[in-house]
């Protein structure tokens, strides 16, 4: 593996980040957030919106870090949503369905409606599972956007505590069973982390088998290449972000390495005290873990020293597991979405619609005037974008061909 490929030499790092998602990838820039995802061969679905203010907290060391992570766990798990949602609504994620389910569902179908046409009523599509009847419930209630806040923050809630229990309860209880044998605090401490970090190793791997987890894998390679290819200033085509390596300094995956490390250092600090002290006091330490680990990585992606690719190389390592090499038709979305964060395009209004693989537009789910102006002061035919530029002119196409249909009309 060759270091200087992923420590550019003459890069200027930059702040823009990512994570890959189902069939896409979601950039973070210096004020906005895009969603891309592909939904046709020639079809890229794109949503871009402004991301979260900037706490006060972002200018505290370590303390930026716990911000920077909560914000991470709670706009990740909106992306995976909205990502499902789009695939859903381009009947991709039908397709996964077997025969046998939907012939199942269909007969389900037919039966509600015999029932519903003898009672006289239109059939009507009810919720089938569990799920879906609480996410019917919460909106009934509350209404969408507090029903959709709702699910994400549970899921999020959810997430961290099988987390918890996963990679610090399960270690600390397994190996306080040994304490009658290893009678050293620090000793059982470390063996605890050890054991942790072959849990969170076994998971990677066992999960990179999985088709649909290998797919997102392969956008993640993207999503290194692309922010390579920028970063060393080259122009953001496919053909020139494929040459750069898919493992990158600053990946959430060498984040994670840094936590699993740092727990090493940190926990054997508190002795070994009964296991429901021991599991509190580990659950009021991720906090710090989490800061020290971003601050560690924030340094890592800034410097290229010696003793900065010594210490990056575990987090790296792992990365050849985390990501697989993409095809083209990925980096093409890696680099729409890229695109449309880039510090150029802070002003420029939000956009929701398709584009093709070059970033052209070929759809909008409204018009110049839907676009969100709070903070954007240029207008649709402004040209400091490529997205601003593409709707002038996909604007100009729509009203031309309304005004050829409003003359054929006049002709009939």
């Known amino acids: 593996m060759d270091l200087d490929k992923i420590f550019l030499e003459g890069a200027s790092p930059t702040s823009i980040g990512g994570q890959a998602v189902m069939e896409g990838i979601m950039m973070r820039g210096p004020k906005k957030i895009a969603l891309a995802v592909r939904t046709g061969d020639n079809e890229i679905r794109l949503k871009t919106k402004y991301g979260p203010r900037k706490s006060a907290w972002m200018k505290v060391p370590v303390l930026r870090g716990v911000v920077a992570f909560w914000q991470s766990l709670v706009e990740g798990t909106k992306t995976l949503m909205d990502s499902a949602t789009i695939l859903e609504e381009a009947g991709l994620l039908d397709e996964k369905n077997t025969d046998e389910t939907m012939a199942h569902r269909g007969n389900e179908d037919h039966n509600t409606e015999v029932a519903a046409g003898d009672a006289g009523l239109d059939s009507v599509a009810k919720p089938r599972t569990l799920s879906e009847r609480i996410e019917a419930r919460l909106r009934t209630k509350y209404g969408d956007k507090a029903a959709w806040n709702i699910m994400i923050y549970f899921s999020v809630i959810v997430a961290v505590i099988f987390s918890v229990g996963i990679f610090v309860l399960l270690p600390t209880w397994i190996i306080g069973l040994f304490k ?3 009678h050293s605090p620090v000793a059982l401490s470390f063996i605890e982390g050890i054991f942790r970090l072959l849990i969170f190793l076994i998971y990677i791997i066992a999960i990179s088998y999985l088709e ?3 797919r997102v894998f392969q956008y993640h390679g993207a999503e290194h290449k692309t922010i390579h290819c920028f970063e060393k200033g080259m122009d953001l085509t496919a053909e020139n972000a494929q040459s750069f390596y898919r493992l990158h300094p600053r990946c959430g995956t060498s984040f994670l390495v840094f936590v699993m490390i740092i727990t090493l250092l940190v926990f054997p600090l ?17 906090p710090l873990i ?12 800034m410097s290229n020293s010696k003793l900065v690719k010594i210490l990056s190389l575990p987090g790296i390592y792992l990365q050849k597991v985390t990501t697989k090499e993409p095809d083209k038709s990925m980096l093409e979305v890696a680099i729409v979405a890229m695109e449309a964060v880039l510090p150029e395009e802070n002003d420029t209004p ?3 619609g398709t584009v093709d693989n070059n970033g052209n537009v070929l759809s909008y789910s409204g018009s110049c005037d839907d676009l969100d102006y709070s903070i954007a002061s240029s207008s649709c035919d402004s040209e400091a974008s490529f997205i601003s530029k593409d709707l002038q002119g996909y604007e100009h196409e729509k009203q031309n061909g ?7 009309d006049h002709a009939r």
């Open 180 to 182: 009658g044998i290893i």
């Open 350 to 352: 939000l956009f929701d």
């Open 290 to 301: 989490a800061g020290l680990s971003y601050e560690v990585l924030k340094w890592a992606g």
């Open 270 to 286: 508190m002795g070994w005290p009964d296991l429901w002290e021991r599991l509190l006091s580990r659950i009021i330490l991720i």
């Open 402 to 408: 309304k005004e050829e249909g409003e003359k054929n």
């Open 212 to 214: 649909d987890i290998r």
